[in-house]
């Protein structure tokens, strides 16, 4: 399997610890977010990953290297401009197979790479997006109004439940006829035009599993926590917990 590591945003919503060192090296526990993706996805079955740099990328590059310590073949692609989410992916396209993985690298999860490569190509979508079940608290009083301005329910701080992409995706190169080469392009962006064209945008739910969202300083700091907490649930093959033998 292949998968394209996306680290060249900015982070700005972790600023300002993000000024001098790029989101994907913020360090959780022992280690930089992105050296547990990259353990992580050769644990899976993932033997090359493509790094899209560009924020510090250099900084990227000299602490990850070429992926022989985590038995992967790593490359990286430069940026010269942010190109979102999905964006990136024409500057490697040429080392793309059929069918690769694309993610964040801030994620923090549990998440079986293996298992939504192959739910992936089973199915035949053009897209397959991992969600995660994420209770959302209104920390105000909801008013339900009518027509008529009057109020027909009131709800004091109500938790919602949604599905939220988790930043990691399986992908066919098919998405690349959606935009052109060198364009700024989001995976919203990416969903929206494919459901304009009826492409089925397929699933992955983790609902079960792990994910942890590093977005601010709180979340980074609740992360900090829950990781050194529960890291064995996330990097299981060091407990001798988990039956899948790291590469």
């Not at 990286?76 to 964006?87: C, D, K, S």
């Not at 105000?140 to 109020?151: A, I, M, S």
Request: proline residues 6%; glycine residues 10%; aromatic residues 10%.
């Amino acid at each position: 399997m292949t998968a394209v590591l996306l680290a060249g945003g900015l982070g700005s919503r972790l600023a300002p610890l993000t000024a001098v060192i790029p989101k994907p090296l913020v360090p959780i526990d022992k280690e930089s977010i992105a050296e547990i993706l990259l353990r992580q996805l050769a644990h899976r079955g993932v033997g090359r990953v493509l790094v899209s740099v560009g924020y510090l990328g250099h900084l990227i590059e000299a602490v990850l290297g070429d992926g022989s310590r985590y038995g992967l073949e790593i490359c990286y692609q430069r940026e010269e401009a942010p190109l979102g989410t999905v964006g990136p992916l024409w500057l490697v396209q040429a080392h793309l197979p059929e069918n690769f993985l694309v993610l964040n690298g801030d994620v923090l999860s549990d998440i079986d790479f293996a298992a939504l490569f192959a739910t992936h190509v089973a199915t035949g979508r053009t897209l397959t997006v991992a969600t995660y079940a994420k209770q959302v608290r209104v920390d105000l009083g909801v008013l339900e109004t009518g027509d008529d301005g009057c109020v027909r329910r009131f709800v004091e701080k109500p938790t919602y439940d949604f599905d939220v992409s988790m930043g990691v995706y399986a992908m066919n190169k098919r998405v690349l006829g959606y935009f052109a080469p060198g364009t700024a392009f989001g995976f919203d962006q990416l969903v929206l035009a494919m459901l304009a064209a009826g492409d089925p945008v397929g699933t992955f739910s983790w609902a079960h599993g792990r994910w942890l969202d590093i977005g601010r300083p709180s979340d980074y700091a609740v992360a900090q926590e829950r990781f050194a907490a529960d890291r064995v649930h996330y990097l299981p093959w060091e407990a001798g917990d988990d039956p899948a033998v790291p590469r």
